[in-house]
């Protein structure tokens, strides 16, 4: 494993090491995986990957495990900030860092590509013997927690959105996942393990960028693709099959509600004028 820590501050987990094991610490420790790994703490084990943000507070152990072997060689494969306590002292944003027990905030992907590049940032001052070092390196810290800070406000308080750019392009990506996988179970609870963001979130991105739910646009997802399937020449009962509904009469209502009359009757009508 390659560290980096001059200061104490920062570990890079490489793939050339994949387990870290450490005890208890005076440290707050925050832990931010780029792939996925088995985490072990003392009240409990999970799997966390790209999306997560993990917290161990100063008295707990804990291993982070490379999870599989399709890792390159030398790719930097976590992160691990080291904070202590006093470093937030006189910090409006410092409470989320100093309170609660360990654990793991489920964000999405696209949060972590922030941190990616802060972090080299700050790995890069560390690694370095410039002018006002030490005063770099602590601004880069501080910048990288009060983006923490700002991540987890995100997910506790969706409507009061701190980075919409971020939140349009995750909306995208769940959008592009629904176009191509309309066919599968797509449950608000589903996707929002696909994607590690709260239900409560996954809804307020829709209503924001969609205008709809999640469950209204996999609907009308589904109800075009078996129009379209329709009109290819398919008959109504393989369309709906392959447009990924559970059963006929879910398609009848909703094509009902969309153009005021039965399939067959719709049909029956467009392939007589």
Known sequence: MSTVRPHGHVFRLVSSKPA???????YIRIIIPLESHRLILSREESLVQQGDIIKVKPDDPFSLILNGENVAVETT?????????????????????????????????????NYIGLTE??????????????DLVHYNLKIICIHLYRTRRNY?????TTNSTEDAILFETITNYINAHYQETLTNKELSKLFYVSEKKLTTLFKKYGKMTPQKFVAARRLKVAIDFIRDGLSITEAVGQAGYKNYSTFYRQFVKNFGESPDDYFNRKNHV
């Open 121 to 134: 940032i700050l790995i890069n001052e560390i690694e370095t013997n410039r002018l006002f070092k030490d």
């Open 77 to 113: 494969t976590a992160y691990i900030y080291e904070f202590d306590p006093s470093f937030f002292d006189g910090m409006e944003w410092g409470e989320p860092f100093l309170t609660g027990d360990s654990g793991v905030l489920r964000t999405s992907a696209p949060t972590v590509m």
């Open 156 to 160: 506790d308080q969706p409507d009061e």
């Open 20 to 26: 870290f094991h450490t005890g208890p610490s005076k």
